[in-house]
């Protein structure tokens, strides 16, 4: 089965991975991206220049919107980029097609650059300016942002990186000479270049490898989580005891007075208290953002050993586990040789996905230094790649009018299931449930549908049994809950010796 980089470039995972490079999936997005601080903090000199390329590019834009010249033409052509497919990588539900970052990021990043971020490159606390910085108070500009804003200003070193392994490693007739737009910035024309490239190309398109060592999951370095977690102590490095107490006293300004509770005790700030007050007080001292830059570079040792790892997460469970998955699906079944009521092989691939959290250590990817991360697109990317080479069409499901739904799974008009997946903490569970009781009980002759349920704590598994059985469809087939708990899990070790017991 042809899932993989190495699979459809008939390449051993040991050469991509010898290479530097991450063996993606050509069939679904992995759910990583590349962290702009990873360039920054490297030894290699080239990923520092590339840091530095952005940085320039970034100081462009804001002289350019300084002066006042930026129309909406021009927005488009030096702020607007589409996601570089290319490469697989992101957090598309099905496929890799992503937007990109669009107007909205285009317009916000103008403001801030002529306005709060104008002088960005003339910093003196930091060791350098961050492109993430732009994120740090504005909701419109997240993580997504940065990162396709980041690929696309490093696509020439991608293109070039690319090319050398093919002419190096890839047969001549699956790599293919392309013209590539936007290619290269020429700050003379100030406009984007196209250039030609030799490079794997299959599926009607050119493939992107990138090298894994800037590659990261789930936040980039520079984020508007650790800000807020860490702020007291950022606030606590400045060496200015005036601007100090200035800043711990307007924070504590912001913050909602104490209030009683009924066993007579001070009530604590919420998160959502502390995160109002913090960026309340980065709007009235917006310095401070310096110091957790410099917070943050001389802690960028553990950015490096943390992306590591959780790169290492993600080949572990989307290439190695679902690969054995795979193989498992076509040797002891025959979903990729014989078509079958698609009700049956959505709910086959469901148990599949069921044993693998459960007994495969598959839980795993849903959890941060311990804590669930409880994000339904992860469970999406491994169920969709259960299903290539399968018969049946994989997609996602417009909304007709019953509300979104997460896949569509068909093999022509007449036979179509839907498959939707659910977190157990949602707060909107039981009634998302009772509004498909018609559906079930209709012993799926019209709407075929298979509910998937994650939870992640014994009060959740309890709170859906009691909800399934409050609505009459606690023995329903085609609802399945999956347990993600870490708590009642063997660790590898002691699942081993208890084999062996």
């Known amino acids: 089965m042809r899932v993989y980089f190495s699979d459809f470039f008939n390449v051993s995972p040991e050469i991509i991975e010898q290479y530097g490079a991450f063996n993606v999936s ?63 990588l992101g957090f598309s539900k099905v496929g890799n097609e992503g937007r990109g970052p669009g107007m909205d990021f285009a317009i916000a990043l103008d403001q801030n650059l002529k306005t709060v971020f104008s002088d960005f490159d003339q910093q003196s606390i930091s060791k350098s300016p961050h492109l993430e910085k732009l994120c740090l108070i504005k909701d419109n500009i997240g993580k997504d942002n940065i990162s ?93 005891a005036e601007v100090r107490s200035l800043l711990n006293n307007y924070f504590l300004q912001n913050l909602p007075p104490p209030q009683k509770t009924k066993k007579d005790r001070d009530k604590q700030p919420s998160q959502e208290d502390i995160a109002k007050a913090v960026f309340n007080t980065i709007e009235k001292y917006p310095y401070i953002l310096d110091y ?44 990729y ?35 669930p991360i409880k994000r339904e697109a992860d469970v999406h990317v491994m169920y969709r790649l259960t299903w290539y080479a399968a018969p049946e069409a994989v997609s996602r499901e417009a909304n007709e009018g019953r509300g979104p739904v997460d896949f569509v799974v068909s093999n ?7 498959v939707e997946f659910k977190l157990a903490s949602n707060s909107k569970l039981k009634q998302n449930l009772e509004s498909q009781v018609e559906i079930y009980q209709r012993a799926h002759d019209t709407d075929k549908k298979i509910k998937v349920i994650l939870f992640f704590s014994e009060e959740e598994a309890i709170k859906t049994h009691n909800i399934l059985k409050e609505i009459k469809l606690e023995n329903e087939k085609y609802i399945v809950m999956i347990d993600a708990r870490n708590d009642n899990k063997p660790s590898a070790s002691n699942a081993k010796k208890i084999s062996e017991e």
């Open 26 to 88: 050509l069939i679904n997005d992995l759910p990583m991206f590349i962290d702009p601080f990873l360039l920054f903090n490297s030894e290699k000199l080239e990923y520092q220049g590339l840091h530095a390329e952005i940085l320039k590019y970034v100081a462009f834009l804001r002289d350019k919107s300084v002066a006042g010249v930026v129309d909406k033409g021009l927005l488009r052509s030096w702020y607007c980029f589409g996601e570089i497919k290319q490469t697989w």
């Open 292 to 335: 957790f830059l410099k917070h943050k570079e001389e802690t960028g040792d553990q950015a490096q050993d943390i992306s590591k790892a959780r790169v290492a997460e993600v080949y572990s469970l989307f290439v190695e586990e679902v690969s054995v998955i795979i193989a498992k699906l076509s040797e002891e079944t025959e979903f």
């Open 412 to 418: 022509g008009a007449k036979d179509k299931s839907l």
């Open 148 to 240: 396709d804003f980041t690929t696309n200003l490093i696509k020439g070193f991608l293109l070039g990186y690319t090319q050398t392994f093919a002419l190096s490693h890839i047969a001549p007739e699956l790599r293919r000479e392309i013209r590539v737009e936007r290619a290269q910035f020429n700050y003379t024309t100030q406009t984007w270049v196209t250039k030609t490239y030799t490079l794997p190309f299959i599926l009607n398109n050119y493939v992107l490898l990138a090298p894994r060592d800037i590659l990261t999951k789930d936040e980039n370095w520079i984020n508007k989580k650790d800000l807020t977690r860490d702020f007291q102590a950022i606030v606590d490095s400045v060496s200015d």
């Open 337 to 371: 040789e014989t078509p079958k009521d698609t009700l049956e092989s959505a709910y086959q691939r469901v148990l599949f996905l069921k044993n693998v959290v459960e007994n495969k250590d598959g839980y795993r990817v849903f959890y941060k230094d311990g804590n």
